[in-house]
């Protein structure tokens, strides 16, 4: 493996079995509530979580029998899994109102600033008063401290770990660990506390509820372990309540 200038995302992932389910589109609160769903899972990927969790990505799911995910259909995946395929930055099909919290792992980083704030607005759509939007991302402050102070061990220790995910090792120069989170992984931009709150607030949250949260800690208690342990150490974590 060698690094690339982008990290291209797959167009498919292959599980052991796909299976239509029968619901309304756009899927509504009642029929989200009968098959036990209360939050949903932006860029889900292959990270899948069982119910009361939607797992959403634009990916394709395929098993070995050809039986595909199509857009805005509902499927259920290995037998446990929900999952929607769509476009997390279109209008999703459900409901509005209908969930009680949103999740995102290291996924607002992916996308410009413009369509950050236009997903926020649709994830606002999405959940009923009191609701709660989690997002973790990379934490511009951490990176900077790493690059800054000298006795910092962070930049060593995320070699480790990123070379645990299957990476090819990176590179011990201070400057390359600081670049790398801009030029690599398609990331479009890089967030600290601040930035975020900013686009929580274009996208009309109030900033009084925008809060900075930690690793496995959400006012939302389902949302709690969701987070990925191997990412902690370089994450910042932001909720929002509507």
Known sequence: MRWESTAAMPEAVVRESVEA?????????AALRGLGIRGVQFGSLDRLF???????????????TARETLFGRLYRVDGRYLYLRADALQEMPIEGGALSWAYAEHFLEHITPEEAVRWLREVRRLLAPGGVVRVTTPDLA???????????????????????????????????????????????????ADEVRHVMRQAGFEPERVTVQTYGRSREPEMAGLDWEIRNDDTLYVEAVV
Not at 21 to 29: G, I, K, M
Not at 167 to 179: G, S, V
């Open 21 to 29: 389910v029968a619901a309304p589109v756009p899927l509504t609160a």
């Open 142 to 192: 951490r990176y900077v401290r790493g690059y800054l102070e000298e006795s910092d061990a962070f930049y060593a220790l995320h070699r480790e770990r990123t070379a645990r995910l299957g990476f090819p090792p990176m590179e011990t120069r201070k400057a390359w660990m600081l670049n790398q989170i801009f030029q690599y992984w398609g990331h479009r931009w890089i967030y600290d």
């Open 50 to 64: 069982p119910a009361p969790c939607l797992n959403s990505d634009i990916v394709e799911i395929y098993d070995l």
